[in-house]
């Protein structure tokens, strides 16, 4: 399950408000998909309560969840590298309350102010790095038991 600081909590306050100046709150009821992945990633969002699920598609196979978020943990990074494009997909487990950002709205604020553009970017770079070791492990979970010791330990 992964928290993380808020993205808000990386940014002084004179940023904070900028970025929130591109957001509004929304809620998703249990068992929504939020997005999927190959969609088109034009927001993303800070969960405030509830948890989240990560999936990924696996060819000829189900689809594998990957991560769970909770309170404080950046939904969606695939906004901010072109062509801004989901590499996962996301489903509300329970009730979820969180801010909704318009993404292009903060690439170009990010632009605008480099201080605040570096601070949004370390912090999305970061979360990215998390969930691609996320998925690994749970991509080397789930494939196990259909792949020789041999495969697996090259894996990893």
């Known amino acids: 399950m992964t928290t ?7 940014l002084p306050p004179e940023a904070q408000e900028q970025l929130l ?9 249990a068992g929504t998909r939020i997005f999927r992945g190959r969609q088109r990633a034009d927001r993303f969002w800070i ?22 978020l909770v309170g404080g943990a950046l ?16 489903t509300a487990v329970t ?11 903060v690439r ?5 102010d ?3 553009g570096e601070a949004v970017f370390a ?5 990215m790095a998390r969930r691609l070791l996320a998925v690994r492990s749970r991509l080397l979970e789930d494939l196990a038991p259909h792949a020789g010791a041999e495969a697996l330990a090259y894996a990893r």
């Not at 939904?75 to 996301?90: E, R, T, Y």
């Not at 170009?108 to 605008?112: D, G, K, N, S």
């Not at 912090?123 to 979360?127: E, F, Q, R, S």
Request: proline share 6%; glycine share 6%.
């Open 123 to 127: 912090c999305v770079a970061a979360t």
């Open 47 to 68: 969960v405030r309560t509830g948890r989240v699920e990560l999936d990924t598609h696996v060819p000829g196979r189900r689809d594998v969840v990957v991560d769970t």
């Open 21 to 29: 100046e591109h957001s509004r709150p929304v809620r998703f009821e």
């Open 108 to 112: 170009e604020l990010c632009a605008r």
């Open 95 to 105: 009730e979820v309350r969180a801010l909704e950002f318009d993404a292009r709205a």
């Open 75 to 90: 939904l969606g990074c695939s906004w901010i590298v072109p062509p801004h494009i989901w590499h996962l997909g996301a």
């Open 4 to 10: 993380t600081r808020t993205l808000l909590d990386e």
């Open 114 to 116: 480099p201080s605040v």
